[in-house]
């Protein structure tokens, strides 16, 4: 597709199930980002790749999240262990060049609601 | 990082101006400003970005004083259809740290 893809599009799991999220990007974009959005407020940055490369993980709120881009286009958000306050909406952008201030396109998100 | 505040609300009518000011006091020399646009079960979509003076594109305006201590939004006749959350983020080039926050936005209430 033309766009960025998210799967699954809703997940819900019992609190301690692993879950994974994934984000197909736009093909050829080099930079990948991913963000969590709780209700009513603005994204949050996890993290950030450059091709295969986890350039900045800063954002990630523990060490129960883990991603990965092993290929360089394809990549996947992992929450192990998932904990109430990890429900949020999960998403996923991506640009054509390096840097955090190219123009971003994002997919529609992940809704992830633990039980 | 360069704080951003930005109304949390604004109401309009279909067919005017609408105007959002973001203040961003303490933006850095190679900081860029964004400016996104989320509907609601969507994820944001860029709208225009700009360093200083003003840039147009198809859909918006941005305006940025010369000491880049704020910015202006503009979205010229406004349908029922931008109805959404805008979103103000100030950032540097480059690819070290953490460096995006999108704040809490400003809800566009467009009323017929």
């Known amino acids: 597709g033309a766009g960025v893809s998210q799967s699954p599009r809703y997940k819900v799991a019992k609190r301690g199930q692993d879950v994974a999220l994934r984000c197909d990007p736009i093909?050829?974009?080099?930079?990948l980002f991913w963000y969590q959005q709780a209700l009513g407020q603005g994204p949050e940055f996890l993290t950030y790749?450059?091709?295969?490369?986890?350039?900045?993980k800063s954002g990630l709120p523990s060490d129960r999240f883990f991603a990965e881009r092993p290929e360089g286009s394809v990549s996947t958000l992992k929450i192990q262990r998932t904990q109430q306050e990890d429900s949020a909406v999960y998403l996923c952008?991506?640009?054509?060049?390096?840097?955090?201030?190219?123009?971003?396109?994002f997919g529609d998100g992940t809704r992830l609601s633990i039980l | 990082l360069a704080k951003t505040t930005q109304p949390i609300s604004m109401d309009s009518y279909e067919g005017q101006e609408v105007n959002i000011t973001c203040s961003h006091n303490?933006?850095?020399?190679?900081?860029?400003i964004t400016w996104y646009q989320q509907f609601p079960s969507q994820g944001p979509r860029f709208i225009i970005q700009?360093?200083?003076t003003k840039v147009t594109n198809e859909v918006a305006s941005l305006f940025i004083p010369a000491d880049r201590k704020s910015s202006t939004l503009s979205l010229p006749r406004v349908s029922l259809s931008d109805t959404a959350v805008y979103y103000c983020?100030?950032?540097?080039?480059?690819?070290?740290?953490?460096?995006?926050?999108f704040g809490g936005g400003t809800r566009v209430l467009v009323k017929p």
């Open positions: 983020l100030v950032g540097p080039t480059g690819t070290a740290g953490n460096k995006l926050t």
């Open positions: 303490n933006i850095a020399t190679n900081d860029y």
């Open positions: 093909s050829g974009h080099v930079s």
């Open positions: 700009g360093y200083k």
């Open positions: 790749f450059q091709n295969e490369a986890q350039l900045d």
């Open positions: 952008a991506s640009s054509l060049n390096t840097g955090y201030n190219q123009p971003q396109h």
